[in-house]
């Protein structure tokens, strides 16, 4: 009894070891089947994410591509456009200096000495005031003034051409019927204005002249005079430029001329007809340099000075 236990006991032993055995092959088996799967899951997932890098690189590529084409563009409209701009905004801005270079001359005053004086206005018209003294009568005139009748003031002989429309106007013209007048010639406005009030010198048969150009500024010619009643009047005009007469033998001398021109109060102030006119310059820097003015400005005969 004891062996037939034995004997059946032994039998299910190695049944259920072929069983287990059985069980673990077929765990194996699903094992290896399920590595192959997962190894073919990982390689298919490994192919898609190299395909898509590789679409992502290409896709990468495509943008930069395109970015650089944007950029070339962007670049060129850059370094061609506003260039192009900047030329012509340059060019305008040289075109416009050219044109302003006219708008800023200025009428050129030269001095030739005694109370002999040639202005070029900016418009390029010749104006010669008392022609006596000095240099520079070569230039066409335009118009010519004098302020009285002594020959140190009227040899209009020595301008060596005029014009076709060059007009004269002496004291004749400047004093008709007793009243001084104004005569606008666009270029330049010339109104007489008193002198004389000495005994060399009849208020009624000399003048004076402002003259205002184009661009406005205001010159008086004292022309040969003594103080005048209406010199305080001219202070109200704010003259830029003043030349008074001081040659103290016959007009009033440097400390006269000085008062004068305190009261008519010019932007700046200049010594003429300062010596008797028997000195062949026409000048004496003893009296320049004694005369005081606003604006003192002392001329040479020949030299120049901007009208501004």
């Known amino acids: 009894m004891k062996i037939l236990k034995i004997i059946l006991l032994s039998i299910f032993v190695i049944f259920t070891v072929q069983g287990c055995s059985g069980n673990d092959n077929k765990k194996d088996d699903i094992s290896s089947e399920t590595a192959a799967k997962l190894e073919e899951t990982e390689f298919v997932t490994e192919t898609e994410s190299s395909d898509d890098l590789s679409d992502d690189n290409d896709s990468q590529t495509v943008d930069e591509t395109s970015n650089s084409i944007e950029e070339t563009s962007v670049t060129k409209e850059d370094t061609t456009d506003p260039d192009d701009i900047l030329t012509k905004e340059e060019t305008t801005q040289d075109l416009s200096n050219e044109t302003n270079k006219g708008d800023e001359m200025q009428s050129e005053l030269l001095y030739q000495g005694h109370a002999s004086v040639r202005i070029v206005t900016k418009e390029g018209k010749v104006i010669y005031i008392d022609p006596f003294r000095g240099e520079g009568y070569d230039l066409p005139a335009d118009l010519i003034l004098m302020t009285h009748d002594h020959y140190d003031h009227t040899q209009d ?8 429309d060059c007009s ?7 004093l008709q019927g007793g009243e001084h007048q104004s ?4 270029y330049v406005k010339v109104e007489a204005v008193e002198a004389g009030y000495n ?3 009849d208020a009624s048969n000399c003048v004076g002249f402002i003259l205002t150009f184009s661009d406005g500024i ?6 040969d005079t003594s103080t005048t009643p209406t010199m305080t009047d001219l202070a109200d005009r704010k003259l830029d430029y003043a030349f008074i007469c001081c040659d103290g033998v016959y007009n009033m001398d440097v400390t006269e001329a000085s008062e004068c021109a305190k009261v008519i ?3 700046h102030t200049i010594p003429y007809h300062m010596e008797p006119s028997s000195n062949e310059e026409g000048f004496d820097i003893t009296a320049a340099e004694s005369f005081d003015g606003p ?3 002392i001329l040479r005969p020949g030299e120049k000075l901007e009208l501004e």
């Not at 004269?168 to 400047?174: G, L, M, R, S, V």
């Not at 205001?218 to 022309?223: E, I, K, L, M, R």
């Open 199 to 201: 005994k060399n010198h």
């Open 265 to 267: 109060n010019a932007k």
């Open 157 to 164: 002989n020595l301008i060596t051409s005029r014009n076709p």
């Open 168 to 174: 004269t106007i002496k004291w004749i013209e400047a």
């Open 218 to 223: 205001t010159v008086y010619f004292s022309g």
């Open 295 to 297: 604006g003192k400005i």
């Open 183 to 186: 005569f606008d010639l666009g």
